[in-house]
């Protein structure tokens, strides 16, 4: 896997020297999965895009579309380099058939612990033996999804940001047998994203939402107890520590049911109820409030 300087039709070189992988799978075309496919895509790799919905699939393509114009609008990348970037991108309806020549496998499908295992499962048993499986959940334990497969050395976290072409971060999580050689790909790989690689060891939450969760929790919490409205609390944030969205904003964009799962899982993970969501939030979930994706959340779309 290293000192080759990798050319791929059409595409722009990938001149990493330390890595050379140049086809990457992504299981789950929702907003992560979708977002994934384009920053590498964009980077010259080939691309598949797998997920068992032909609907999820083409809105993910046209979400692909729409954000790369954008970064055509804002002068980033011109009208040729999109058209190239989504020619490399190849959607899939299954596991067996969208994992082959994969050199690197991104599942970012559902946050739910058993969907995952059995899709590392399947990972394990279709992939080349060499490839790498990452996953990009936000808290899901890496060791356990590991321990599905033959290849614990090889799996490994993969956290990126939403929106993912513009966020810097990509948390990466070692799982408890993660090898060195696995976790330096991964390293790198980002780097060659245009991306800031951050390595942290397998916790619930990790560190990113160990830290922003119990944030917008206690936000809600404020404004349950009716401290002050949402778009006074989400300004004090963004004035006075320069958050460029507030909480109660932030929490809406990321989803309020993926908040509350986050919440679940470290507070069962640390069997600690400081981590146990609002009763508030959890209401809003169970009204299908969640934020922007349904049209309404602490505030309305
Ligand atoms: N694709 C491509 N470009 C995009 C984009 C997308 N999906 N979304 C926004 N952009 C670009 C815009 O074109 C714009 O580009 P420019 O700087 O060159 O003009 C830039 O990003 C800023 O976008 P906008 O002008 O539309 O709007 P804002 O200035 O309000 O920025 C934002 C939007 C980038 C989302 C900003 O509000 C932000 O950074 N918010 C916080 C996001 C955040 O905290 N993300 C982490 C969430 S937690 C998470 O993902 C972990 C998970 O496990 C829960």
């Known amino acids: 896997m290293h000192g080759k300087v990798l050319l791929i039709p059409g595409s722009a070189e990938i001149t990493n020297q330390k890595i ?107 992939a080349h033996p060499d490839c790498i499986l990452a996953t990009n959940t936000s808290s899901i334990s890496i060791t356990q999804l590991a321990n599905v497969t033959n290849r614990p050395n090889k799996v490994i976290g993969m956290h990126f940001m939403n929106p993912v072409p513009v966020m810097k971060l990509v948390e990466v999580i070692n799982g408890k047998e993660t090898s060195e050689a696995t976790t330096n790909t991964i390293v790198e790989l980002t780097k060659l994203l245009d991306k800031i690689p951050c390595v942290v060891k397998d916790a619930p939450g990790f ?19 009716g401290i002050s409205d949402a778009a006074t609390i989400d300004q004090i944030m963004k004035l006075g520590m320069a958050h460029p969205m507030g909480p109660l904003q932030l929490a809406d964009y990321i989803g309020l049911d993926v908040c509350k799962n986050i919440l679940d899982i470290m507070n069962t993970g640390f069997n600690n109820e400081k981590y146990a969501p609002c009763p508030l939030l959890v209401n809003m979930v169970a009204q299908g409030k969640l934020g922007v994706k349904t049209g309404e959340g602490f505030y309305k779309y």
């Open 20 to 126: 050379s992988m140049k086809n990457i799978t992504v299981v789950g075309a929702g907003t992560m999965g979708n977002g994934i496919a384009h920053v590498f895509a964009l980077k010259g790799f080939r691309v598949h895009l797998i997920d068992a919905s032909e609907a999820a699939l083409e809105k993910a393509m046209q979400t692909i579309e729409k954000n790369l114009q954008r970064q055509v609008s804002k002068g980033i990348i011109n009208e040729v380099e999109k058209q190239e970037t989504l020619q490399r991108i190849f959607t899939f309806f299954n596991i067996a058939e969208g994992v082959q020549q994969a050199d690197l496998v991104i599942e970012a499908a559902t946050e739910n612990s058993e969907i995952k295992k059995s899709i590392f499962k399947q990972l394990d048993e279709n």
């Open 207 to 225: 560190i990113a939402n160990r830290i922003l969760m119990p944030m917008i929790n206690e936000a809600i919490h404020a404004f349950a107890e």
